[in-house]
T-cell receptor, first 114, second 118 residues
């Protein structure tokens, strides 16, 4: 069974600063995909970034980037130039290749402050 | 990106009544949709997998007779909470995968439904 662990229940960052959210996972599969989802106060789940396990290159989407360490089973999210609109709950998620069930971490509540 | 629409966004019902929540994929067909329940400040808990034209698959511990799922078309899945009680009050979210990208592209989620049973 797959597990996803987010060890930081809450974090805060000053506007324009950089913050890193941690995520580790456990799986015996070799083909899988990792995601970060954002859930703002509206509670709409929004896909932030995805990473294919077979790719060594870390994914980047504008101010969001990941540090994917496959051997360590680590998948952290870096948010650069933090904005007030980044305030949200962030969930790390995992899916096996060919599978259709997402496994979610417990989430990290990020607050961006002035 | 792909759009999943969920309705209603909020509903208040009396204890003992039933409530239906709809989940629609607006610009793609979805043979499979997923229903989650989320408690305040917690993660999403998968309740069931909705399969078009066949029975839903429920996760362990989820009462299939209480949470009825119907996936009658390739763009619509419904969750009916039957004989609702205050403990069923929660936030319910559906999701689906765009057909071309498959699950690897990431799921898209509805806006969620806040159910309050009084």
């Amino acid at each position: 069974a797959q597990t996803v662990t987010q060890s930081q229940p809450e974090m805060s960052v000053q506007e324009a600063e950089t913050v890193t959210l941690s995520c580790t996972y456990d799986t015996s599969e070799s083909n899988y995909y990792l995601f970060w989802y954002k859930q703002p106060p509206s509670r709409q789940m929004i896909l932030v970034i995805r990473q294919e396990a077979y790719k060594q290159q870390n994914a980047t989407e504008n101010r969001f980037s990941v540090n994917f360490q496959k051997a360590a089973k680590s998948f952290s999210l870096k948010i650069s130039d933090s904005q007030l609109g980044d305030t949200a709950m962030y969930f790390c998620a995992f899916i096996t290749g060919g599978g259709n069930k997402l496994t979610f971490g417990t989430g990290t509540q990020l607050k961006v402050e002035l | 990106g792909a759009v999943v629409s969920q309705h209603p966004s909020r509903v208040i019902c009396k204890s003992g009544t039933s409530v239906k929540i709809e989940c629609r994929s607006l610009d793609f067909q979805a043979t499979t949709m997923f229903w989650y329940r989320q408690f305040p400040k917690q993660s999403l808990m998968l309740m069931a997998t909705s399969n078009e034209g066949s029975k839903a698959t429920y996760e362990q511990g989820v009462e299939k007779d209480k949470f009825l799922i119907n996936h009658a078309s390739l763009t619509l899945s419904t969750l009916t909470v039957t004989s609702a009680h205050p403990e069923d009050s929660s936030f319910y979210i559906c999701s689906a995968y765009p057909g071309t990208g498959g699950s690897e592209a990431g799921a898209f989620f509805g806006q969620g439904t806040r159910l309050t049973v009084v």
